[in-house]
């Protein structure tokens, strides 16, 4: 009796709390709440999730200022409605700020969200600093040419913007130190960037009913390294095309003309937006902002088929790459022809698709690359390569076949170098999808390097990112250590054994997820089954010497993922041991969907 007795006294004292408490933040202006009835909790916390953020809403909705195009009269901004919408795409950060208290269970489920009104303005933080990294993003990517990175990351920051209070007035400092309202600097950013492209035909290729247009995509009349648009063939708008170091190509029945043909610069990127959930969330309940200087019209007379007009070789600022005496040369005349006679028969076969024969031209291994590479994406070379022959420690590297790919659950057509690596004996040995050419020479140029380490660093991120487009499991599977260091989303503290040393991490930060190499590597081979395809784009790449461990570098990229199910962006972090040049080998690999509020992006100084 005495136990049961007790039992109902604290009962009633566990009610009388809540009820106290309840009664406390209902009735206290520190908190806003929210209330959900249904028959399970976790409805019910839906719906009290979604009455919180109403509350949320009418309580912010004074200092949101929605930046459409309708709303803007020359470089002034109007208030636009509806804030409702704009406050559901919290959701996912309100979760991770909000506390719940069940007041009662299932079936007839009640459950209340509250969060301190002091609180609110962390939900907006996060936001804030994924604006304010775009913009930069852009800014760095336009500098470098790569347009589309440029526009894709500027349209990006400002529809985010739209979402962010009081954004009319959020300010950014630009590269020379200025501070800049984002809200007009952007579309200004846009329209220059617009402002300077070039577009003109070079070329036009032939292939029964189909016709193929070569062009020339200039940017400050230098190559663009990235730019992505679509084209209106007199009936519709075609499919996105990607253009790469200045080239690209158009695609028409036979009879068509391209004269003033006019084009759309790509600046949305709607289909990529799914990388990040929040800016999918966003784009999807805020209107789009149409920028209308996006368009302009195809420069230039349509070549006949078969004429290939002399022109200058596109170069832009920091192409001419330096190499040494030591080891690694380009090779010319008498000294390239054994490997351009075998470059010549790969390049013919993929032309004709006629591959008989090619075992006397491969490796074993470079067969198999070649015929994977050739299977991807309905690969075709797109015009007459312009090859070139780096010779080091007796590998040659032979750049470049320009070709176009496409997929069938992808409506984007992008162009690839494709580069050949041959042994002594003039053999195909490796197959690889090229960096951009800025991309090569930043490594090239840095002659504090020895040639092998320079080669070899090329060629390994070069490797690394056509692994993944090719499925090439046990290729990635041996470049990484069985005690490799994998990890999504920050610093580590584990100590890392190279070369006998240990070596700690100097900084310390959160630790999110850390995966075994065969965890990483099972997970790999979930996501090669169940894709059509996966492309790797490298929009920045930075490598530096880590000056313990002898031969050991730091390799960071920030990287585009996209795959025929899945896709995401953020910066990845290599750390890779060159010290035996033939087998590199990953020690570390990090990943951040966005940089760190408090340490930024993983690199060496962390290690």
Known sequence: MKRGALTVILCLIVALVKGQSIEEIQNSKEYIWGTGNATTVKKADQEALAALISQISTNVSSKFEQLTESGQQGEDITLNESFKSVINTYSRATLNNTRRIIIQNEPEASVMRYIKVA???????????????????????????????????????????????????????????????????????????????????????????????????????QPARNYDYTYFDGRDWSNIFSAKDGRGIIELPAIASAKNMQLKTEYMFE??????????????????????????????????????????????????????????????????????????????????????????????????????????????????????????????????????????????????????????????DAVSFGLNKPAVDDILNNTAWNDTVRNVLINFLESYKTAYALKRYDYINSIFSEDALIITGSVVKQRVNIEGQNIVPSKQAVRYTRQTKSEYMKRLQHIFRSSEFINLRFADNQVR??????????????????????????????????????????????????????FGVIDLSHF
Not at 120 to 129: A, D, N, T
Not at 146 to 168: K, M, T
Not at 212 to 221: A, E, H, P, R, S
């Open 119 to 221: 609180e609110i303005e962390k939900i907006f933080e996060g936001r804030k600093l994924k604006i304010l990294d775009f913009a930069t993003e852009a800014e760095k990517a336009e500098k470098r040419a790569q347009v589309s990175d440029a526009l894709r990351y500027y349209y990006w920051s400002l529809i985010l913007l739209q979402s962010f209070p009081d954004g009319n007035y959020l300010t950014h400092k630009d590269e020379n130190g200025n501070e800049q309202v984002l809200s007009t600097w952007i579309h200004k950013q846009m329209n220059d960037i617009f402002a300077n492209l070039a577009v003109s035909m070079v070329s036009t290729n032939l292939d029964g009913d189909l016709k193929t247009i070569n062009i020339k995509v200039l940017y400050k009349g």
């Open 271 to 428: 289909g990529e937006a799914n990388i990040d959930n929040e800016l999918a969330e966003v784009m999807e309940n805020i209107d789009a902002i149409p920028m209308r200087n996006c368009n302009l019209k195809l420069e230039g007379e349509e070549p006949k088929p078969g004429e290939e007009p002399a022109e200058e070789v596109l170069t832009a600022q920091g192409d001419s790459a330096q190499t040494t005496e030591n080891g690694m040369h380009f090779l010319v005349g008498e000294q390239a022809s054994p490997y351009l006679e075998t470059v010549k028969k790969l390049e013919q076969a993929i032309r004709s698709r006629n591959f008989t024969g090619l075992e006397a031209l491969c490796t074993e291994s470079g067969l198999k690359m070649f015929n994977d590479l050739v299977k991807y994406g309905q690969a075709k070379i797109i015009r007459d390569p312009e090859y070139q022959f780096l010779e080091c420690n007796g590998d040659i590297t032979c750049r470049s076949i320009p070709m176009s790919f496409k997929f069938r659950t992808n409506s984007r057509t992008f162009v690839e170098d494709l580069v050949f690596i041959l042994n002594k004996e003039g053999k195909l």
């Open 545 to 598: 010497k880590s000056g313990v461990g002898g031969e050991i570098y730091g390799i960071q990229i920030k990287q585009d993922y996209f795959s025929s199910s899945y896709g995401d962006t953020g910066y990845l972090f290599l750390m890779v041991d060159l010290n035996n040049p033939k087998e590199p080998i990953i020690h570390v690999r990090t990943w951040q969907p966005e940089k760190d509020p408090n």
